[in-house]
């Protein structure tokens, strides 16, 4: 447990469930991030990131609770991946994209190491750290399109949810069993999107004013668009549609009338000025 002084918006505990890490903002939008050794020790600054460098993420602790990786921008120029070492709160970076930001991780809950990270380039690409997973993230990507994370595991690490976020469908999940390879569909989050042909998205690439290089996805449109409400391109056809017999819509007759009059009484007035 751990008592907030009113600035902390994020604390991250251990691998044994001691709260140790705390994410806090002053009022000039800087991050704080504050350490302690252990449930009863004192909190200390460990570093103090620019607002400009936007929110860093504390992501786990090393197996050993000895480091801390931080996702952070500071003194970079996109989102990376850093070790600060708590016996002298050194920091030293691990993985980093000039381009592109690292986007999110996964710890292995069996052995807590940190075994993987993503960088969100035109697509999400996994950097894979421990070996032993290289196989396992290979398999991963092969078994959808879409782009995906492992969003949570069995304690053992053998049973993985996955999640998978295509172009042109709805988000759809699955159960990866490690040991056999074999992976089972669970459900979609918005089903009733499967029947229906969507626009897929193409990344491209935009130059700013700096001429630094911006990426970002268009989505481009694959049926021609349906004529909208009363338009038609045969004419005949359209004033065949706009042509009733006076009296079938009594409710609209009457305001049309109404319109007409006020029109000719404005007129009248006008000319007898």
């Known amino acids: 447990m751990a008592a907030n002084p009113g600035d902390v918006i994020k604390w991250l505990a251990d691998h044994d469930q001691v709260v140790r890490v705390a994410l806090a903002q002053d009022a000039e939008g800087e991050s704080i991030l504050r350490v302690r050794d252990g449930a009863a020790g004192a909190w200390r600054e460990l570093d103090r990131i620019a607002a400009q460098d936007s929110i860093p993420q504390p992501v786990a602790f090393s197996p050993d609770n000895r480091s801390l990786y931080v996702i952070s921008a500071k003194d970079a120029n996109t989102a990376r991946l850093v070790r600060y070492d708590l016996d002298?709160?050194?920091?030293?970076?691990?993985?980093?994209?000039?381009?592109?930001?690292?986007?999110?991780?996964?710890?292995?809950?069996?052995?807590?190491?940190?075994?993987?990270?993503?960088?969100?380039?035109?697509?999400?690409?996994?950097s894979v750290l421990t070996p032993e997973f290289v196989p396992i993230f290979a398999t991963l990507a092969g078994l959808e399109s879409g782009d995906f994370e492992i969003v949570d595991?069995?304690?053992?690490?053998g049973t993985l949810v996955v999640r998978y976020a295509p172009d042109a469908g709805p988000a759809r999940f699955y159960l990866f069993d490690r040991p056999s390879g074999d992976a089972i569909h669970l459900f979609a989050d918005r089903p009733a999107l499967i029947a229906h042909r969507l626009a897929p998205m193409q990344p491209i690439s935009l130059t700013a004013r700096d001429g630094s290089a911006n990426g970002a996805l268009r989505t481009r449109r694959t049926v021609a668009p349906r004529p909208m409400g009363l338009r038609s391109a045969d004419p005949v056809a359209r004033q065949s549609r706009l042509r009733r017999t006076p009296g079938e819509l009594p409710g609209v007759d009457g305001v049309r009338q109404g319109i007409l009059e006020g029109r000719k009484s404005r007129m009248g007035r006008r000319h007898a000025d």
């Not at 595991?153 to 690490?157: L, Q």
């Open 88 to 126: 002298d709160d050194s920091v030293h970076g691990l993985l980093e994209d000039e381009s592109y930001d690292v986007h999110s991780r996964y710890v292995d809950p069996a052995s807590n190491a940190l075994v993987a990270v993503s960088v969100l380039r035109d697509r999400m690409e996994w």
């Open 153 to 157: 595991a069995s304690a053992d690490g």
